[in-house]
């Protein structure tokens, strides 16, 4: 019987079997059907991936996906499997009240797989910063966590400075109380304004608090931020708790995004061995403009530049988050049963400069992977152009830096 679609010559790096070999994969029935195929296999239709890397689907574990519900969220698709990604988690952009029409209108028309992760506020990131702490009906979130759980997978919460002195409700106790009880992770926000009016060791002492709260399973996203309310200094020393916190189980996301990293300060971090468990990008809207920041190869490769493994980078690009999201069993990996969902990079080899944004660091990289090709349930689908072809060589980001 021939295969469907035979991906052949490939580099597979797939972490969760360690597995880093040229090799053929073949897929039936929307299924990974075989590792190692051989070469001969007759199939309906092939992928040459000659001088290209096969890896379990990418997973971006930030990412703002309500479309127009919240102003700066994109559609699932947009950043899903048009930008290399097979599933997508979307971090707080709506609140129980809106989990309903974020289904109907985003999530159910989409083919990339969403998870949500509910922000802690009712109205979500709709009002910005959040708000309704006092009206929340907290039997009313678990029941609507509890008739959605095929899609919700945690709880969000921005830990801003308007908490600290949030004196009729104190949300961080009631987020970590809501996802403990939900049996869910609580994804936590780092960074506030450079400009509140708090003084920084009551910031310290905040941040110190919250971490003390957090379980085996929750999730510091927005990891290696400069701005106030980070868990690391400038020189990559970590806050008081976070230690102690990371050895229960808790984990660092990345998602740079445009504003949430400063190399330096990752690159110390890295080098004291704090290293990000997966790679979020925080996508908003501009993704056209800014294809670097808003697709997880480019964050991958922009941690392979800071010190991580190709197999590391993809193991945070893919493994970690499925895990994270409670899906190891469905996806992450490309054991043969799972459904055929594939992200094919482009593994560039060169001199390239990367940029992390708001911070203004310019770092060079040799290597830099692009998404080309996914594969979602077997079917191949395209990376649209403005990612396929975004490669940032020296010249080309000198050019974008002067605009
Ligand atoms: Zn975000």
New binding site residues.
């Given amino acids: 019987m021939p295969v469907d679609l035979l991906i052949k010559n490939g580099r597979v790096v797939d972490p969760s079997q360690n597995i880093d070999r040229i090799t053929n994969i073949a897929i039936a029935d929307g299924k990974i059907s075989a590792l190692d195929a051989p070469a001969a296999t007759e199939a309906a239709q092939t992928l040459d991936a000659t001088g290209q890397l096969v890896c379990p689907g990418l997973i971006d574990l930030?990412a703002?996906v309500s479309r127009d519900l919240v102003s700066l969220a994109v559609d699932p698709d947009e950043a899903g499997i048009t930008a290399g990604c097979t599933a997508v988690s979307d971090?707080?952009s709506v609140g129980y009240l809106h989990l309903h029409p974020f289904r109907k209108y985003a999530i159910e028309p989409a083919k990339t797989d969403v998870f949500v992760f509910l922000n802690i506020s009712p109205f979500g990131e709709v009002v910005l910063p959040e708000t309704g702490f006092d009206i929340l009906d907290e039997a009313e979130f678990l029941r609507v966590i509890d008739t959605n759980r095929d899609v919700v997978r945690g709880i969000k919460l921005r830990a801003i400075a308007e908490l600290i002195y949030a004196v009729k409700v104190d949300v961080v106790k009631m987020a970590v109380r809501i996802a403990h009880k939900a049996g869910l992770p609580l994804m936590v926000?780092l960074g506030m304004g450079f400009n509140e009016p708090v003084p920084a060791d009551e910031i310290d002492a905040f941040i110190t608090r919250m971490l003390g709260m957090l379980e085996k399973g929750d999730i510091l996203?927005h990891a290696f931020t400069d701005k106030p309310g980070g868990v690391f200094r400038l020189d990559g020393s970590p806050l008081p708790g976070l230690e102690s916190a990371l050895g229960r189980g808790v984990y660092l996301d990345a998602?740079p995004?445009r504003g949430h990293i400063n190399f330096n300060l990752a690159r110390a971090a890295l080098q004291r061995g704090f290293a990000p468990q997966a790679f979020g990008t925080?996508v908003?809207k501009l993704p056209e403009q800014q294809p670097h920041f808003y697709n997880v190869a480019a964050v991958a490769s922009k941690f392979m530049a800071l010190g991580l493994s190709l197999g590391d980078a993809i193991r945070a690009a893919s493994c970690n988050p499925a895990k994270m999201l409670g899906e190891q069993d469905q996806r992450g990996s490309l054991r043969p049963g799972l459904a055929a969902d594939i992200s094919i990079l482009g593994y560039h080899e060169g001199e390239f400069l990367l940029h992390d944004g708001r911070a203004g660091n310019l770092i060079p990289a040799s290597v830099f992977l692009s998404p080309q090709i996914t594969i979602k349930n077997g079917e191949i689908i395209p990376v649209r152009e403005s990612h396929r072809r975004h490669v940032p060589t020296r010249s080309m980001m000198e050019a974008l830096l002067q605009k």
């Fill in positions: 930030h703002h971090a707080g926000h996203t998602a995004g925080d908003v």
